[in-house]
């Protein structure tokens, strides 16, 4: 038996002892919810205020399976909304997400979110601190802004709520803030977006023979008007530096160069799957400690219109090795928003443009919109134009590239 091997099998009894611990722990966590009656924590249910938004989430290690069908390890957010407290250890471990759960607002809901630090299983040795940092907010209080040197860092076993007065529409991301080089190139990365006040309103199309009832901001002429709504975040994973962290070995920071591109956290042909990905427990190791039926990409990149609808691309990246481009082929994209903020100047004059190719750096978002309106149906395609990212690790034809089916 070699040493990894070894080393995996003493991990996972660790590991198991740690879930056998946490199963039989009571502790409450506490979580902030105004209007919350029943206790657990999601604000949906009969008589209460739906008006207010509560999420709860873990934070952690995990697993997901890489489109050439190889394991891997990552630390993440899992969805524990909704979880009665004295279980949010037992099923937060080992339940990282990647992409992380999506957060979707409206423009002037108050939005409270709580995160666990449920451990990193795999990883005993390690006792990282998490926190949430909502990239992009003018957010009035440093100590919710996730920033640990001027707020509060989530030790192992310990929760906070967050709190946050949303009042800016536009496409926004959230990231882990702790040791961000290498929590986020782990994968503590998520979508989050807010939609304007506008909605509900019915505005015709600057076409004069449509209109629409979702639009990405408040414009007033129904010029971002959509009908198909889909975020996609770009991102890659080193996959030696995931086995390095798996494997407890020194990172390679320096050398980071990320071998598995990805949208929303999937390579072709995997981001063509509608709804979440089979589970991952399958392609494990015997001896991980896994939940059978764990699904751990539940965000899809499916993207699918009737002729004549318009689809809204969120696009962001929180990429931390390089920039990335995105082109369209046949399909052009209107870039109606940049850094949640609608493309106008100060004057208020439209600054749209089409295009079939942005980039976008670490960090930033657009808003593009897609008329199909004057194409035939069919099947396109939205793809990295960094061709050499056009791969699964070692596997070519796969990366960051999607479909787009027009019907």
Partial sequence: ?????????????????????????????????PGDLN?????????????????????????????????????GFGNMTGIPDGQVMTEGVLGAEFPA????????????????????????????????????FPNASSVFDGLPDTGIAINMGASLTYYYNIQDPGTYMYHCHVEATEHMQMGMLGNLYVHPKQDGQVLPDPDGIRSHSKFVYNDGDGSTGYDVEVPIQIGSFDSRFHDASEGVQPLPFANMADNYPMLNGRGYPDTV??????????????????????????????????????????????????????????????????????????????????????????????????????????KYYLYTGNLNYLSNGDEDFGGMMTEIIVN
């Fill in 39 to 75: 206790g657990d924590g999601d604000n949906i249910d009969a008589g209460e205020d739906s008006t207010v938004k509560c999420m709860h989430l873990s934070g952690g290690d995990g697993y997901l399976k890489m489109a050439d069908d190889r394991p891997m390890y990552m630390f």
């Fill in 101 to 136: 759960p999506s957060i979707e607002l409206k423009e002037g809901q108050p939005f409270y979110l709580t995160l666990s630090n449920v451990g990193m299983v795999m990883r005993p040795d390690l006792f990282d601190p998490h926190t949430v940092h909502f990239h992009g």
């Fill in 273 to 378: 799957v509608q709804g979440a990905l089979p589970s991952v427990d399958s392609y494990l190791d015997p001896g991980i400690p896994f939940k059978p039926g764990r699904q751990t990409q539940k965000v899809s990149t499916h993207i699918e219109a009737n002729q004549g609808e318009k689809i809204l691309l969120r696009l962001s990246n929180l990429n931390v090795t390089r920039f990335y481009s995105l082109n369209t082929l046949g399909i052009p994209m209107q870039v109606v928003g940049m850094g949640a903020k609608q493309h106008i100047s100060p004057a208020g004059n439209k600054l749209y443009y089409k295009t079939n190719s942005v980039t976008l750096g670490g960090g930033e978002a657009i808003d593009v919109l897609l008329d199909t309106a004057d194409v035939s149906a069919g």
């Fill in 1 to 33: 038996m070699n040493k990894k091997a070894i080393s995996l099998m003493v991990r996972a009894v660790i590991a198991g002892a740690m879930i056998s611990c946490a199963g039989l722990a009571s502790a409450t966590v506490y979580t902030q919810c």
